[in-house]
């Protein structure tokens, strides 16, 4: 900037202007806030005036609260609310995975996937909803619950290799955009529930450790650490 005697004849000022507004995660404040989506243009300024443009400033995202601004990716990051109702929602649908691959005779597990499941943020959760979701599940697979109700391990294996089963889809729709918040405790947290589930009414079934791994896969856990997780619930007294 050129200054004479306190003056500012020349300089640059960014001009901001707000192009949209909602709710984010902001970090500076630790909790969910409103934002404001703004772009800043460099102008050259005589006597304090903007007159010519001299590029962008970029996109920014301003928190409304501690005005910290943070690049646009701030918006990737769900908010405390939306977090919670995908945490939610993962547990519910690995407790129907596991419940379809294992059949839902054994009151033990049925039990506790309800309590999974409530834990998890479905509060109303009771056992004849889930057994009603079940039913629906084994009528669209074209199966019949009980014993008969399980996919064989070799099929249920190719199921979940990407032909557009049910475990398939929901489980990829329900776990990938989840893990990328999560770190690796809470990835092997939720895995570990569905092991409590699966173990709940006696040793892993094929088909439940079928399921398991494909959970564990959507959670981006290497095989590894699937298996050790697996292990480590099954030792475990419940």
């Given at each position: 900037m050129l200054h004479i005697?306190?003056?500012?004849?020349?300089?640059v000022r960014t001009v901001w202007h707000t192009e949209g507004d909602g709710e984010f995660f902001c970090a500076g404040c630790g909790g969910d806030r409103g934002y404001r989506r703004r772009t800043g243009t460099r102008?050259?300024?005589?006597?304090?005036?903007?007159?010519?443009?001299?590029?962008?400033?970029?996109?920014?995202?301003?928190?409304?609260?501690?005005?910290?601004r943070s690049?646009?990716?701030?918006?990737?990051?769900?908010?405390?609310?939306?977090?919670?109702?995908m945490l939610r929602d993962a547990v519910h649908t690995?407790?129907?995975?596991?419940?379809?691959?294992?059949?839902?005779?054994?009151?033990a597990a049925r039990e506790t996937a309800v309590e999974a499941v409530r834990?998890?943020?479905?509060?109303?959760?009771?056992?004849?909803?889930?057994l009603g979701?079940?039913?629906?599940?084994?009528?669209?697979?074209?199966?019949?619950?009980?014993?008969?109700?399980?996919?064989?391990?070799?099929?249920?294996?190719?199921?979940?290799?990407g032909c557009g089963s049910?475990?398939?889809?929901?489980?990829?729709?329900?776990?990938?955009?989840?893990?990328?918040?999560?770190?690796?405790?809470?990835?092997?947290?939720v895995l570990l529930q569905g092991a409590r589930i699966a173990l709940a009414d006696?040793?892993?079934?094929?088909?439940?450790?079928e399921v398991l791994g494909a959970v564990g896969r959507c959670l981006g856990l290497v095989g590894e650490d699937t298996a050790r997780i697996l292990e480590a619930a099954a030792r475990t007294p419940s």
């Open positions: 005697k306190g003056l500012c004849l020349l300089g102008r050259l300024t005589v006597l304090g005036l903007p007159l010519l443009p001299r590029g962008s400033a970029g996109t920014v995202v301003e928190c409304v609260v501690c005005r910290a690049g646009p990716e701030a918006l990737e990051q769900p908010t405390t609310t939306v977090f919670s109702a690995v407790a129907l995975a596991v419940l379809t691959a294992g059949g839902s005779t054994g009151r834990t998890a943020g479905f509060t109303d959760c009771t056992e004849d909803q889930l979701l079940l039913a629906a599940i084994v009528a669209d697979e074209g199966r019949f619950p009980g014993a008969a109700g399980s996919l064989p391990a070799e099929g249920l294996a190719d199921s979940l290799d049910w475990l398939s889809i929901e489980l990829h729709e329900a776990l990938e955009p989840l893990s990328r918040h999560l770190a690796p405790q809470g990835r092997e947290r006696g040793p892993y079934l094929p088909a439940e450790r």
